[in-house]
């Protein structure tokens, strides 16, 4: 079965850290891009970033301003999101996917980071 | 950045009816667009890759068009289970931003 788990979500104070993992099975990881998309309370989806398959390139939202950094582990079939400077406006649902001809055809039960004192 | 725009925010509609949501680019993106399908708590799911390309499993009720910077998800025949949050994504360029979403409630 494809699969993506995400974990290391949680309540992180204002200024804070917190590194998200998203774990792949089902498919062969390293054939493919994947990303980070979250989704505010309430409010649509917002795209994050997103890794090339070999994990060379990286892409970001203007909006994070540097804070946030994509990795993968090709070997242990993961991919990361390390997340510094974390703002009350950073606090969502982050959700990893894969990507697919275009779109992101597969896409994990999202992780809920919330930031607040 | 590529914006994009869909219309309307908000439709209500019956079992049965025909549904169309309108994705508007602030410029050409060919036909690297995405749609999606979103329910209350849960991932979304891709509905239709490059503009007009039905995601397997997909019902055929479901068609996708456009190309250029106008785009149109229609739903032939309104299901129970097509009651959700529709959102658009451009795939032409970094960063992949997403429209702001089409809620279809029912009427």
């Known amino acids: 079965e494809v699969q993506l788990v995400e974990s290391g979500g949680g309540l992180v104070q204002p200024g804070g850290s917190l590194r998200l993992s998203c774990a792949a099975s089902?498919?062969?990881?390293?054939?493919?891009?994947m990303s980070w998309v979250r989704q505010a309370p309430g409010k649509g989806l917002e795209w994050v970033s997103s890794?090339?398959?070999?994990?060379?390139?990286?892409y970001y939202a203007d909006s994070l301003k540097g804070r946030f950094t994509i990795s993968r582990d090709n070997s242990k079939k993961t991919l990361y999101l390390q997340m510094n400077s974390l703002g009350a406006e950073d606090t969502a649902v982050y959700y990893c996917?894969?990507?697919?001809?275009?779109?992101?055809?597969?896409w994990g039960q999202g992780t809920v980071v919330t930031v607040s004192s | 950045d590529i914006q994009l725009t869909q219309s309307p925010s908000f439709l209500s509609a019956s079992v049965g009816d025909r549904v169309t949501i309108t994705c508007r680019a602030s410029?050409?993106?060919?036909?690297?667009l995405a749609w999606y399908q979103q329910k209350p708590g849960k991932a979304p799911n891709l509905l239709i890759y490059?503009?007009?390309t039905l995601q397997g499993g997909v019902p055929s009720r479901f068609s996708g068009s456009g190309s250029g910077t106008e785009f149109t998800l229609t739903i032939s025949s309104l299901q129970p289970d097509d009651f959700a949050t529709y959102y658009c994504?451009?795939?032409?360029?970094?960063?992949?931003?997403f429209g702001q979403g089409t809620k279809v409630e029912i009427k």
């Open positions: 996917a894969k990507a697919f001809l275009g779109g992101f055809d597969v």
């Open positions: 089902g498919f062969t990881f390293t054939s493919f891009a």
């Open positions: 890794i090339s398959s070999n994990g060379i390139g990286t």
């Open positions: 410029q050409g993106i060919s036909g690297y």
């Open positions: 490059a503009a007009s």
């Open positions: 994504q451009q795939t032409h360029t970094y960063p992949r931003t």
